[in-house]
Every structure is written in C-alpha cells, then in structure tokens.
C-alpha cells in the first residue's frame, strides 16, 4: 500500500473551503473543530474541509512505515482535493500536517503545482522531529507510554497529551514515527504566499523563524504559547485569517 489511502473527510458548508491539516497523533475534529477554527472560518464566510490523516482518526491506518511520509500524506490530500472537486484550496497545516501541508504546495515531486494558493504553517522549525529525539525513543513514548525527563526528551508532555485521543491506533502511529523520519522534507520557497506561526516557548519550533528565512514566508510569534496552545490561541487566528482574506471576528 503505497498509493493514497482512504480518508475521512469532513465537509463543513461555506464557499471557498479552507483544507485543514491536524499533526501527529490527534484528529482533524480535535484539532480544528473543538478549538474554533471551524467556527471561526465560518463566521468569515468560509467553509473547511477537514480529513484525518492516515493512520488517524477514523481514516484507514496502515503499521508499515512505507506507508507514511510527507509526499504520501500530500498524495491523500490531493486525492480528497480531486474527489470534492477542488482545482486550488487555501490550506493551514499545524505540526506534522505543515509538513504534509507544504509537500501539497510543491515541496515533493509528483504533486502538480497550483493546488494550493496560500497556505498558512504552525508548530514548526527547521528540524523534523522525530529523527532528531531518535525513532524508537518517540515509538516508546507513543506505543508504550515510556516517560522520560523533559529535559532529555521535550516530546515527552506532547505525545503524552497527544496519545490519549480517542481511537489511537498505536502501532499506525509508531509505523508514522519511522516513516517521517525517513523522508525528512528539505525546506525551501514554496512560490506561494506562506504564513508560519510558532509559540514563543514550543521546542519543536524554536528555529521557527530559520524556517521563515527557508520558505519565504512571514512568521508571527505566539507570546508564552508552547506547542499545543498555540493552536486554540485567539492571536494564531488574527494572524491566519486576515492573511487568508478572511475577516478574524476572534
């Protein structure tokens, strides 16, 4: 299995849907519904389309790290592109759904340029994560619940936090570590219009604006943020919509 998987899509009505990507180890509904990000591109006039990726949620989860990287990811969203007939989308990707999110607007070979006009990134520097604490230090943590200090293992709160998501299938989520860690995306100017947006105090993004300088893209800072609460702050999406065209009623 190594072409795009079958996906679970939700739709929410609005002109002009906005794709939202989630990161590792969580859902699109945990990610974008439950924090107000569909609520909020909906007061703008703005729907969202909102998949989980594979391996997560309620989308098909294979355990082969073959299965998982940045352009296979990006292969499963082009595909949902294709099935709700969307030519071209806004996208926001946060944490490992930037990675994917970025692979879609160009940065692998084989997806077609254009299907994506302007995408905003959050939660990421220019390290990928889980080569850099090493594979089977972030399998333990995921797969066995193996706690190490903070200051030996940052991951170690997040995938603590992240792991207890409904429905996580452990051994799809290990075989994601591995494959990700393997095709590490090289970052580079996407020719799009690209926001990044990083917490202040998240270790996974501290060289966040070292990755602005790479894609080319504008990068606000989130005051006293860390990894995951940067994503349901009110100033992440003061940012994001206004640089999508959409009026921030948050």
Do not use: N
Request: overall charge negative.
């Amino acid at each position: 299995m190594t072409g795009p998987v079958r996906l679970h899509v939700t739709r929410h009505r609005g002109a002009d849907p906005v794709l939202l990507v989630h990161g590792f180890a969580t859902t699109g509904a945990l990610t974008w519904e439950k924090t107000g990000w569909v609520d909020a591109l909906a007061a703008g006039g703005r729907g969202a389309l909102v998949p989980d990726l594979r391996g997560h949620g309620r989308s098909e989860t294979p355990h082969d790290p073959a299965d998982y990287s940045p352009a296979l990811l990006a292969a499963d969203l082009l595909a949902v592109l294709d099935a709700e007939g969307l030519g071209s989308v806004d996208a926001i990707g946060y944490s490992m759904g930037s990675w994917a999110a970025l692979a879609l607007a160009g940065l692998v070979p084989g997806i077609p340029a254009g299907r994506v006009r302007r995408l905003v990134v959050g939660g990421i520097g220019t390290v990928e994560q889980f080569g850099h604490w090493g594979v089977s230090a972030v399998q333990a943590a995921v797969r066995d619940g193996v706690e190490m200090p903070e200051s030996e293992f940052a991951l170690g709160p997040l995938l603590a936090s992240l792991r207890r998501a409904p429905g996580v299938d452990t051994e799809a989520l290990a075989a994601c570590v591995a494959g990700m860690a393997t095709h590490p995306l090289p970052l580079g100017a996407t020719g799009i219009p690209t926001l990044l947006v990083a917490g202040e105090v998240d270790p996974v993004a501290e060289d966040a604006e070292e990755a602005g300088t790479l894609l080319g893209a504008r990068v606000v800072r989130v005051p006293r943020r860390d990894h995951i609460t940067t994503l349901s702050s009110r100033a992440f999406k003061q940012a994001a919509l206004p640089f999508l065209g959409i009026p921030a009623s948050v």
